[in-house]
């Protein structure tokens, strides 16, 4: 069983910035792929960015602007988002696939424009 705390969201103008944080609980290992996910109101959760050992990936509406990091000595994933949007405004949502996939709780990141 994997636990994900997530914390950094708030709410930011828009070209600001916010880091993510998701902790998760349990041994971790560069192969499992952690990822960052998010929800819109009405809207479905759709992938933000995603690593595997040392390979990441990015939906195109947050390439050059978003970047996603780990450190796997603390089972923790980032996400440090620039250049913030209205459009970013969501439920961010961390998860790990190791066997199963684990969710967090979400953190809210709000954007004014």
């Known amino acids: 069983q994997v636990q994900l705390v997530e914390s950094g969201g708030g709410l930011v103008q828009a070209g600001g910035s916010l880091t993510l944080s998701c902790a998760a609980s349990g041994n971790i290992f560069p192969r499992n792929t952690m990822g960052w996910y998010r929800q819109a109101p009405g809207k479905q959760r759709e992938l933000v960015a995603t690593i595997t050992d040392g390979y990441t990936n990015y939906a195109d509406s947050v390439k050059g602007r978003f970047t996603i990091s780990r450190d796997n000595a603390k089972n923790t994933v980032y996400l440090q988002m620039k250049n913030l949007k209205p459009e970013d405004t969501g439920v961010y949502y961390c998860?790990?696939?190791?066997?199963?996939?684990?969710w967090g709780q979400g953190t809210q990141v709000t954007v004014s424009s």
């Open positions: 998860n790990v696939r190791k066997f199963a996939t684990y």
